[in-house]
């Protein structure tokens, strides 16, 4: 157990309807991350929180948003879904924020939009 | 520009053979970060080993043995004496230190190589 937690652990919804995310990081970790696993991108980064800020952005489509909340966990939002946004969500939380950090990761939530 | 290459899809062995899993990486930085990660059926990812780039040793933990290039910009794996347990896929990683782009200790994942080891 990484001490990340993601909920919820499945996600089925339709084509156009918007999802919320959540993440919960190890205690202590300010650092969150956001990954998308599909079959053909692979893993990619999204966005990457630090102590409620924004600090970096990746391929993340403007129909996506996140937030990091005071204490410190974080959503991920996906508005307008389309059917290729079906992916597997992680959600890692660091204790820095810089590259050096080992990433946690949690296990992650499973979107499938029909 | 940065890039994780694995170059082997899949991989199948018999239980006690040695295996090693290539990652090659790109990179304009001279301080970077090289992770290995594990992806077990279940979809986890579990963290195995960083390395950084000022340190080539080598890395030894039980029967994981990690080999560290920079001349070859290589990080390879080898799981000695593969278990059924073992079966997964495995993912290379690069985080680079200098912020490019917007990128501050995001991971480039490459694709994955499938193990598979058979009893």
């Known amino acids: 157990d990484s001490g990340v937690t993601q909920t919820p652990k499945h996600l089925i919804t339709a084509t156009g309807q918007r999802v919320t995310l959540r993440c919960s990081p190890r205690?202590?970790?300010?650092?969150v991350y956001w990954y998308q696993q599909s079959l053909d991108q692979g893993l990619q980064f999204l966005i990457q929180y630090y102590n409620g800020e924004e600090r970096a952005k990746g391929n993340i489509l403007e129909r996506f948003s996140a937030q990091q909340f005071p204490d410190l966990h974080s959503e991920l939002n996906l508005s307008s879904l389309e059917l290729g946004d079906s992916a597997l969500y992680f959600c890692?939380?660091?204790?820095?924020?810089?590259?050096?950090?080992?990433?946690?990761f949690g296990p992650g939530t499973r979107l499938t939009v029909l | 520009a940065q890039k994780v290459t694995q170059a082997q899809t899949e991989i199948s062995v018999v239980e006690k053979e040695d295996v090693t899993l290539d990652c090659v990486y790109e990179?304009?930085?001279?301080?970077?970060?090289l992770f290995w990660y594990k992806q077990p059926p279940s979809g986890e990812l579990v963290f195995l080993i960083r390395?950084?780039?000022?340190?080539?040793q080598n890395e030894i933990s039980g029967r994981y043995s990690w080999n560290f290039q920079k001349s070859t910009s290589s990080f390879n794996f080898t799981i000695t004496a593969s278990q059924v347990v073992d079966s997964a896929v495995y993912f290379c990683a690069l985080s680079e230190a200098m912020n490019y782009g917007g990128s501050q200790g995001n991971l480039i994942f490459g694709k994955g190589t499938k193990l598979s080891v058979k009893p």
């Open positions: 205690s202590g970790d300010l650092s």
């Open positions: 890692a939380s660091s204790a820095g924020g810089t590259s050096a950090a080992e990433q946690f």
């Open positions: 390395r950084n780039s000022f340190d080539e």
């Open positions: 990179t304009r930085d001279t301080t970077y970060y």
